[in-house]
Protein backbone atom coordinates (compact mmCIF):
# COMPACT_ATOMS: atom_id res chain seq x y z
CA UNK A 1 0.00 0.00 0.00
CA UNK A 2 1.19 3.48 -0.82
CA UNK A 3 0.72 6.09 1.79
CA UNK A 4 0.62 9.78 0.93
CA UNK A 5 0.99 12.95 3.11
CA UNK A 6 -0.51 15.74 1.91
CA UNK A 7 1.06 19.35 3.36
CA UNK A 8 -1.58 21.36 4.33
CA UNK A 9 -0.06 23.46 7.18
CA UNK A 10 1.82 26.22 5.79
CA UNK A 11 1.02 29.79 5.88
CA UNK A 12 1.53 30.86 2.74
CA UNK A 13 3.45 33.58 3.79
CA UNK A 14 4.15 34.57 0.00
CA UNK A 15 0.45 34.55 -0.96
CA UNK A 16 -0.52 36.65 1.90
CA UNK A 17 -3.20 34.83 2.52
CA UNK A 18 -4.36 30.89 2.66
CA UNK A 19 -3.64 29.89 -0.53
CA UNK A 20 -5.21 25.85 -0.20
CA UNK A 21 -8.62 27.67 0.28
CA UNK A 22 -8.02 29.58 -3.16
CA UNK A 23 -10.00 28.41 -6.05
CA UNK A 24 -9.05 26.54 -8.92
CA UNK A 25 -11.60 25.29 -11.47
CA UNK A 26 -14.42 25.41 -8.76
CA UNK A 27 -12.57 23.27 -5.85
CA UNK A 28 -10.26 24.76 -3.19
CA UNK A 29 -6.51 24.00 -3.74
CA UNK A 30 -6.90 21.35 -0.59
CA UNK A 31 -9.63 19.92 -2.20
CA UNK A 32 -8.26 19.32 -5.64
CA UNK A 33 -5.34 17.98 -3.30
CA UNK A 34 -7.28 14.71 -2.06
CA UNK A 35 -9.70 14.37 -4.59
CA UNK A 36 -6.30 13.70 -7.12
CA UNK A 37 -5.39 11.71 -4.61
CA UNK A 38 -8.83 9.69 -4.33
CA UNK A 39 -8.83 8.09 -7.73
CA UNK A 40 -5.31 7.41 -7.95
CA UNK A 41 -3.85 4.55 -6.60
CA UNK A 42 -2.76 5.48 -3.64
CA UNK A 43 -4.25 3.18 -0.51
CA UNK A 44 -4.03 6.21 2.31
CA UNK A 45 -4.54 10.11 2.53
CA UNK A 46 -3.02 11.77 5.35
CA UNK A 47 -4.00 15.24 5.16
CA UNK A 48 -2.06 17.38 7.55
CA UNK A 49 -3.38 20.67 9.10
CA UNK A 50 -1.81 23.78 10.57
CA UNK A 51 -2.35 27.25 9.85
CA UNK A 52 -6.27 28.37 9.71
CA UNK A 53 -6.81 24.55 10.24
CA UNK A 54 -10.45 24.77 11.10
CA UNK A 55 -11.26 26.61 7.60
CA UNK A 56 -9.19 23.66 5.95
CA UNK A 57 -10.83 20.82 7.78
CA UNK A 58 -14.24 22.29 7.11
CA UNK A 59 -13.59 22.17 3.26
CA UNK A 60 -12.66 18.75 3.39
CA UNK A 61 -15.35 17.48 6.05
CA UNK A 62 -18.05 19.02 3.80
CA UNK A 63 -16.70 17.91 0.22
CA UNK A 64 -18.52 14.54 -0.68
CA UNK A 65 -18.21 13.37 2.71
CA UNK A 66 -14.45 13.02 1.95
CA UNK A 67 -13.52 12.92 5.45
CA UNK A 68 -15.45 10.11 5.72
CA UNK A 69 -13.68 8.13 3.63
CA UNK A 70 -11.47 5.06 5.33
CA UNK A 71 -8.90 5.97 3.20
CA UNK A 72 -8.68 10.23 4.10
CA UNK A 73 -7.07 10.93 7.84
CA UNK A 74 -7.31 14.33 8.91
CA UNK A 75 -4.90 15.21 11.20
CA UNK A 76 -3.05 18.70 13.11
CA UNK A 77 -0.14 19.59 13.44
CA UNK A 78 0.52 22.07 16.24
CA UNK A 79 3.97 22.68 15.21
CA UNK A 80 3.68 23.98 12.50
CA UNK A 81 4.92 27.26 12.55
CA UNK A 82 8.28 25.61 13.31
CA UNK A 83 8.56 24.81 9.27
CA UNK A 84 7.65 22.08 7.12
CA UNK A 85 9.46 19.53 8.72
CA UNK A 86 7.34 19.18 11.69
CA UNK A 87 4.65 19.15 9.08
CA UNK A 88 6.37 15.70 7.50
CA UNK A 89 6.77 14.67 10.94
CA UNK A 90 3.31 14.32 12.22
CA UNK A 91 2.26 13.00 8.82
CA UNK A 92 4.28 9.96 8.92
CA UNK A 93 4.24 9.11 11.90
CA UNK A 94 0.40 9.20 11.38
CA UNK A 95 1.08 6.55 8.63
CA UNK A 96 -0.35 3.22 8.51
CA UNK A 97 2.51 0.10 9.28
CA UNK A 98 1.20 -1.30 6.65
CA UNK A 99 2.30 0.83 3.86
CA UNK A 100 5.30 -0.08 1.60
CA UNK A 101 5.96 3.29 0.41
CA UNK A 102 5.70 7.09 1.40
CA UNK A 103 4.31 9.77 -0.98
CA UNK A 104 5.23 13.47 0.31
CA UNK A 105 2.43 15.52 -1.55
CA UNK A 106 2.39 19.23 -2.12
CA UNK A 107 -1.24 20.53 -1.78
CA UNK A 108 -0.88 23.64 -3.57
CA UNK A 109 0.05 21.64 -7.31
CA UNK A 110 -3.48 21.71 -8.78
CA UNK A 111 -2.45 20.57 -12.31
CA UNK A 112 -0.92 17.08 -11.13
CA UNK A 113 -3.94 14.40 -12.46
CA UNK A 114 -4.53 10.79 -11.17
CA UNK A 115 -2.70 10.01 -13.79
CA UNK A 116 0.56 11.84 -12.78
CA UNK A 117 -0.01 10.31 -9.24
CA UNK A 118 -0.22 6.77 -10.91
CA UNK A 119 2.72 6.95 -12.87
CA UNK A 120 5.45 7.92 -10.21
CA UNK A 121 3.67 4.78 -8.17
CA UNK A 122 4.45 2.63 -11.31
CA UNK A 123 8.09 4.33 -11.13
CA UNK A 124 8.23 3.12 -7.46
CA UNK A 125 7.57 -0.41 -8.55
CA UNK A 126 10.43 -0.10 -11.51
CA UNK A 127 12.80 1.23 -8.74
CA UNK A 128 12.60 -1.52 -6.36
CA UNK A 129 14.09 -3.92 -9.33
CA UNK A 130 16.59 -1.59 -9.53
CA UNK A 131 17.33 -1.83 -5.33
CA UNK A 132 16.13 2.32 -5.19
CA UNK A 133 13.75 3.20 -3.14
CA UNK A 134 13.41 7.01 -3.57
CA UNK A 135 11.39 7.80 -6.55
CA UNK A 136 11.76 11.86 -7.85
CA UNK A 137 9.37 13.30 -10.80
CA UNK A 138 11.18 15.12 -13.32
CA UNK A 139 10.52 17.04 -16.64
CA UNK A 140 13.18 18.14 -18.96
CA UNK A 141 15.72 18.42 -16.09
CA UNK A 142 13.42 20.56 -13.55
CA UNK A 143 12.84 18.47 -10.54
CA UNK A 144 9.85 18.37 -9.55
CA UNK A 145 7.05 17.14 -6.77
CA UNK A 146 5.66 14.21 -5.22
CA UNK A 147 8.66 12.35 -4.52
CA UNK A 148 8.30 8.78 -3.39
CA UNK A 149 10.05 6.86 -0.49
CA UNK A 150 9.93 3.53 0.65
CA UNK A 151 9.00 2.82 4.10
CA UNK A 152 12.17 1.45 5.16
CA UNK A 153 13.18 5.37 5.10
CA UNK A 154 10.46 6.37 7.90
CA UNK A 155 13.02 6.82 10.39
CA UNK A 156 14.86 8.86 7.93
CA UNK A 157 12.11 10.86 7.21
CA UNK A 158 11.40 11.52 10.89
CA UNK A 159 14.94 12.83 11.75
CA UNK A 160 14.60 15.86 9.36
CA UNK A 161 14.24 19.38 11.27
CA UNK A 162 13.71 23.06 9.91
CA UNK A 163 11.66 24.91 7.17
CA UNK A 164 12.75 21.66 4.92
CA UNK A 165 11.00 18.61 3.43
CA UNK A 166 12.81 15.43 2.60
CA UNK A 167 15.74 17.18 0.53
CA UNK A 168 17.83 16.23 2.94
CA UNK A 169 17.12 12.27 3.11
CA UNK A 170 17.08 12.33 -1.07
CA UNK A 171 21.05 14.03 -0.81
CA UNK A 172 21.71 11.44 1.48
CA UNK A 173 20.86 8.45 -0.20
CA UNK A 174 21.88 9.41 -4.42
CA UNK A 175 22.77 6.23 -4.98
CA UNK A 176 19.04 4.92 -3.72
CA UNK A 177 17.31 7.66 -6.49
CA UNK A 178 15.26 6.63 -9.35
CA UNK A 179 14.68 9.05 -11.42
CA UNK A 180 11.36 9.24 -13.83
CA UNK A 181 10.88 11.70 -16.41
CA UNK A 182 7.07 12.69 -16.60
CA UNK A 183 4.90 13.53 -20.02
CA UNK A 184 3.84 17.18 -18.58
CA UNK A 185 5.06 19.83 -16.43
CA UNK A 186 2.14 19.03 -14.13
CA UNK A 187 4.81 18.00 -11.29
CA UNK A 188 6.91 21.51 -11.82
CA UNK A 189 4.04 24.01 -11.15
CA UNK A 190 2.82 24.69 -7.93
CA UNK A 191 1.41 27.95 -6.49
CA UNK A 192 3.89 30.01 -4.27
CA UNK A 193 2.78 33.24 -4.97
CA UNK A 194 -0.28 35.52 -6.57
CA UNK A 195 1.67 35.75 -9.44
CA UNK A 196 1.47 31.86 -10.00
CA UNK A 197 -1.73 31.57 -9.11
CA UNK A 198 -3.07 33.90 -11.32
CA UNK A 199 -1.13 32.21 -13.99
CA UNK A 200 -2.65 28.94 -13.64
CA UNK A 201 -5.98 30.42 -12.87
CA UNK A 202 -5.89 32.53 -15.78
Same mark, same amino acid.
Given at each position: ???????????????????????????????????TLLASMVGEIIVVLGHESEKVWDQLEGYAGLAQSPRVHLIKNPDYREGLSTSVRA????????? &???????ADQPLLEPADVD??????????? &???????????GE??????????????????????????VIKRYPEKVYAIEMENDHVVRDVDDV???ERLAG
Open positions: MVSAVVLAAGMSTRMGRNKLLLTFRDKPLVVHAVDGVQAVSPQA &EAIMIYLRIIEGFAAAKL &ENKTIVVPFFKRGNPVMLDASLRDSILGIVGDVGCKGQAY
